[in-house]
């Protein structure tokens, strides 16, 4: 696993990384069981021999916290751990939501104002009014979704250097 940040690492919402390890995934477990039990107060988190969610502990809540998905999983006889950094599930599925339904209202009422010139009806002067509000809208949760980034880049920090520290160590070259 490479460890330098790169341009890709601050571009990326969700970065990602795949990386093989010679021990089990019952092993893999323990071991980041007892990694996350001597990090206490630092990360907080549910781990199994599937799947692992990793956090940062912090005193507030916010709606970007970022989080560490770890996927273990066997592959060709060895063990691969998947690991994702980014909100929560349901926080992303929201954005991906609001991104899809801003985007088809825009289509939509644009299309409307579009044939009304064509067709030279007056029947939604509306239309390209609200066309411009889902643009705004899309905007606005554009700059809701980089503030939310930018909140939480500290604790991707310390997201990163648990998953250097925490699986490094096991990893095999392949």
Same mark, same amino acid.
């Given at each position: ?15 990602? @990384?795949?990386?093989?390890? /010679? ?15 001597? /990090?206490? !107060? ?7 021999? +599937? ?9 507030? +809540? ?11 999983? #066997?592959?060709?006889? /060895?063990? %691969?751990?998947?690991? %994702? ?8 599925? *929201? @954005? ?5 339904? @801003? ?11 579009? %044939? ?5 009806? @007056? ?9 411009? %509000?889902?643009? *705004?809208? #899309? ?8 503030? !939310? ?14 998953? +250097? ?8 070259? #392949?």
């Amino acid at each position: 696993m490479q460890t330098e940040e790169t341009t890709l690492d601050k571009i990326r919402n969700r970065p990602r @990384f795949k990386m093989y390890t /010679h021990l089990s995934k019952e092993t893999y477990a323990e071991n980041l069981k007892k990694y996350l039990a001597e /990090h206490k !107060g630092e990360f907080s988190g549910n781990v199994n021999k +599937e799947m692992a969610t990793i956090c940062v502990e912090t005193e507030y +809540e916010q709606y970007w916290q970022p989080q560490l998905a770890l996927r273990t999983e #066997i592959e060709d006889n /060895h063990t %691969v751990i998947r690991g %994702v950094f980014g909100p929560s599930s349901s926080v992303w599925t *929201f @954005f991906m939501f609001l991104y899809f339904l @801003f985007s088809i209202l825009w289509m939509t009422f644009f299309t409307m104002y579009y %044939v009304e010139k064509k067709i030279k009806s @007056f029947e939604y002067p509306w239309a390209l009014n609200a066309s411009f %509000v889902m643009l *705004f809208c #899309i905007a606005a949760t554009y700059a809701a979704a980089r503030i !939310g980034q930018i909140k939480a880049k500290d604790e991707m920090k310390k997201l990163r250097k648990f998953a +250097e520290e925490s699986t490094l160590p096991f990893e095999k070259k #392949i």
